[in-house]
């Protein structure tokens, strides 16, 4: 399809999460790739992986911040 592609796979992943988007398509990413989601049961899955990956990273922006007020002292 003409795509550039770098090692991060930013192209790619833009034009998955438009078809996403656009055709309402339950697409989930994983270590082993993109998958369709199938049940309920792998979409409670998907979510709580998403929302523990949001935890440790509020986790360590506040860690950062903190660090950084410290060895600034601010």
Do not use: C, W
């Not at 592609?5 to 992943?13: I, K, M, N």
């Not at 078809?19 to 697409?27: E, F």
């Not at 049940?39 to 992986?49: A, G, I, P, T, W």
């Amino acid at each position: 399809i003409g795509i550039d592609e770098d090692a991060t796979h930013v192209q790619t992943r833009g034009l998955i999460l438009q078809a996403i988007q656009a055709l309402n398509l339950p697409v989930a990413v994983g270590s082993r790739g993109y998958y369709m989601i199938d049940d309920e049961k792998e979409l409670r899955e998907y979510v709580n992986s998403i929302n523990g990956r949001i935890s440790e990273m509020e986790k360590r922006k506040n860690l950062v911040q903190k660090a950084f007020e410290k060895y600034h002292k601010i």
